[in-house]
């Protein structure tokens, strides 16, 4: 009878977990959606790429979403059963907390490990294929953007005039007129075309047989060179390093010792462990009495998780900025779930604070 009841409260937080991840998903993906869409139409994203930009960056949120959804439908499933007074029933036939807390163990197990899987291997291979896959769309949409006879804008620094776009995209007749911080730099050419490095967003404008002009004409340090090809570095597509931390192997974060890649890894080995810290501090909210209602400890637990991640994400910028050890990882943000949860099963199966007195003496 307890494996059958055990059997039964895992397939219900499966099921549940379906749900809520769904759930979750689907209002990630519409934001992201809305925000694509919002690029696609101010002409600074293809759109030919938007359903695979929005499955890479659903499987590098879910590493995220899991954990969350996973204590979400632990809270429902066992907020329901003891509001319908299921948990009595089960009480009656000898199942008690124990059993119970060990069958969402049981549950949260490989939650967990799909979370490590998720987090150490296709978290970090996604990510970087979506930072690709986006850049090859902005890429696209500048190409696709280029109108003849029309004044066009590249970021804040660049302007630039087509008089013909040929049909590979490259370009006849040029003029590029650039602000930069020590004047103002124009440029004639023949011809030109674009070329990109999706890796790290670099993009170049690449013209060919033209004249340079620099400074202000009248002035001494004004000069005029004439090129038969001229690179043009355009504003990156990617800011920061060549690949982020969250982008980067775990087998290469395991032999960094940089900060940041430092914090990176704590953070993943942080995610699985998680989703066990969580499952046992949802026997224990989710407790309540049947007149209480399904959903009355909810508000407690939602409390509880912000703390906790509050904790985990402020304890990842401390590594990463060098003000704390790496050595210490995140297992101490760990340590104030756990002791709330070891003192709710303690309160709730009636023993005392400390293990050698008797029960209800505290």
């Not at 967990?112 to 291979?125: D, I």
């Amino acid at each position: 009878m307890p494996k059958l009841l055990s059997r039964h409260i895992v397939a219900e937080s499966y099921r549940l977990l379906a749900a809520v991840s769904a759930i979750l998903i689907l209002v990630y993906l519409s934001n992201q959606l809305a925000r694509y869409l919002a690029e696609i139409a101010e002409g600074r994203l293809a759109g030919d790429l938007l359903l695979s930009l929005l499955i890479l960056k659903m499987a590098s949120v879910l590493v995220l979403l899991l954990p969350a959804a996973f204590y979400l439908s632990l809270l429902l499933g066992l907020g329901r059963m003891y509001s319908d007074s299921e948990m009595v029933a089960l009480a009656a036939c000898g199942y008690g907390p124990a059993q119970l807390l060990r069958a969402v163990l049981l549950a949260a197990l490989p939650v967990a490990a799909l979370t490590a899987l998720l987090a150490w291997q296709v978290g970090p291979s996604t990510a970087d294929l979506a930072d690709e896959v986006l850049v090859q769309a902005r890429s696209r949409a500048l190409v696709s953007a280029i109108v003849s006879g029309k004044f066009s804008e590249i970021g804040d620094d660049v302007v630039y005039h087509v008089q013909e776009v040929e049909e590979d995209g490259g370009m006849r007749g040029i003029f590029a007129q650039l602000h930069r911080p020590d004047g103002t730099v124009v440029i004639n050419a023949e011809r030109a075309h674009f070329e990109f490095d999706p890796g790290i967003g670099r993009r170049d404008l690449i013209l060919d047989d033209g004249t340079r002009y620099d400074g202000t004409p009248g002035r001494g340090d004004y000069r005029v060179f004439e090129f038969g090809r001229y690179q043009l570095r355009l504003p990156d597509l990617k800011a920061g390093t060549v690949r982020k931390a969250d982008a980067l192997p775990t087998s290469v974060l395991l032999t960094s010792d940089e900060p940041k890649h430092q914090a990176e890894l704590h953070w993943r080995i942080a995610l699985p462990v998680s989703v066990l810290v969580l499952a046992l501090l949802a026997v224990p909210i989710s407790h309540s009495q049947p007149r209480q209602g399904r959903y009355a400890r909810l508000l407690l637990a939602l409390l509880v998780y912000i703390v906790y991640v509050n904790l985990l994400g402020a304890g990842r910028t401390m590594i990463g900025s060098g003000k704390l050890a790496p050595w210490l990882g995140l297992w101490w943000a760990h340590l104030l779930p756990l002791l709330l949860a070891w003192w709710l099963l303690r309160r709730q199966l009636g023993l005392s604070w400390w293990p050698w007195a008797r029960a209800g003496q505290a």
